[in-house]
């Protein structure tokens, strides 16, 4: 096997007809590993930074892609992923063993000090499944750690049935608070999905965001300019796809709640929510996902990604977790291996038996406090 390494920005674009058709034959086909998301997001977050795009071949056809960026400050390579991109994975069309082995060995040749720090990768990935045997045949040493737990829900049927597989106080939570904000006015959820909607739709969303709670945090659209150049690159990139589709939720035509999110091979992925706090007594958060929930099950998508981290009111509108790892590749030492040993065997020891530590650490204290009554 032969890997071509391409390590200007701008030069990707010549291996966008490879890179897509490998994305179509690989396992792991998901948004965050198109030519457009990461095109787009090496523009705002990595710009005049050093990458390592490695194209593998067999022969004359590609076989594989490996999307790495050069940290020279920590010494490692790194997927392209931060807090608004997620699960970046090997892009590989055949010979799965093999051709990460091969891109592994070429960078260990070439940079025999740089490491490896891969982070949150889906435990669903064929490479968390081969990454003993793949570590072994480049001589590398993995440390796993767990990583964020993403909700999903797997959408089946209708959405009226749905809704009656929840529990009665959510049902009567749920119609509660879609009955009092229609009692404030004129409630109406818009699709935004057509490029002739994009750039009012932006102006409402920035508008939402710059009210919202996430301002004095520091993580809406509007408290980061680099945040609202992204989004909105991305928003009208994906709408020329046919993959963009965000909602806004109106009331008395004012925005006061949005959901920024892209439908994808039939998957929709729920990038960015929020909502206006002059309203938050009436629950807009809570309306626009009831409405955004029937919207998607009527389109007969196949699963809502909710991305980010749990929470209450993810989980309880999920169908189940997607779990995530970092994955640390280490060439072999006495202290690659003891990092190993602690995150792999000792550390998952220690908190499964966590419960039986503490309990006994109480029964001898209050015998203790017995014996000394």
């Not at 000090?113 to 045949?137: A, G, M, T």
């Not at 999903?152 to 529990?167: A, M, V």
Request: with cysteine; charged share 25%; aromatic share 14%.
């Amino acid at each position: 096997m032969v890997v071509e390494e391409i390590t200007l920005i701008q030069d990707l674009e010549k291996i966008k007809a490879a890179w897509e058709s490998l994305l179509k034959s690989s396992k792991q086909n998901n948004l965050f590993l198109t030519y457009e998301w990461i095109s787009i997001w090496l523009k705002h977050f990595w710009n005049n930074k050093p990458i390592s795009f490695a194209i593998i071949s067999n022969g004359p056809e590609p076989v594989g892609l490996a999307p790495f960026l050069v940290d020279e400050q920590e010494k490692c390579y790194r997927f392209p992923v931060n807090d608004y991109s997620h699960r970046p994975d090997f892009i590989i069309k055949s010979d799965y063993k093999e051709a990460i082995t091969t891109v592994l060995n070429t960078i260990k040749v070439a940079r025999h000090k740089y490491s490896f720090y891969l982070h949150e990768v889906s435990v669903d990935s064929p490479f968390i499944n081969s990454i003993e045997s793949i570590s072994e045949s480049a001589k590398l040493v993995p440390v796993i750690k767990e990583s964020s737990n993403a909700p999903f829900l797997t959408i089946n049927g209708d959405y009226e049935s749905f809704f009656k597989s929840k529990s009665k106080h959510f049902q009567r939570e749920q119609l509660r608070k879609l009955n009092k904000i229609k009692k404030e006015g004129n409630v109406r959820l818009e699709r935004i999905s057509s490029p002739s909607q994009i750039e009012k739709a932006i102006v409402d969303i920035l508008k939402i965001e710059r009210n919202s709670w996430k301002e004095k945090q520091g993580t809406s659209f509007t408290a980061d300019p680099k945040l609202a150049l992204f989004y909105s690159d991305i928003a009208r990139y994906t709408a020329q796809k046919g993959w963009y589709r965000s909602y806004i939720l109106y009331l008395n035509s004012n925005p006061i709640a949005h959901l920024f999110g892209i439908a994808y091979q039939n998957k929709y992925y729920a990038l960015k929510t929020s909502y206006d706090l002059n309203y938050r007594n009436l629950s807009p958060g809570v309306v626009l996902f009831q409405l955004v929930l029937q919207d998607v099950f009527e389109a007969k998508i196949s699963e809502f990604d909710f991305l980010g981290v749990e929470s209450r009111w993810k989980n309880e509108l999920a169908s189940g977790l997607r779990k995530h790892v970092d994955v640390y590749l280490y060439s072999r030492s006495p202290l690659s291996v003891s990092k190993k040993l602690y995150e792999n065997s000792l550390k998952p020891f220690i908190r499964n038996k966590a419960p039986f530590v503490i309990s006994l650490k109480n029964y001898m204290k209050h015998a203790k406090h017995k014996r000394n009554k």
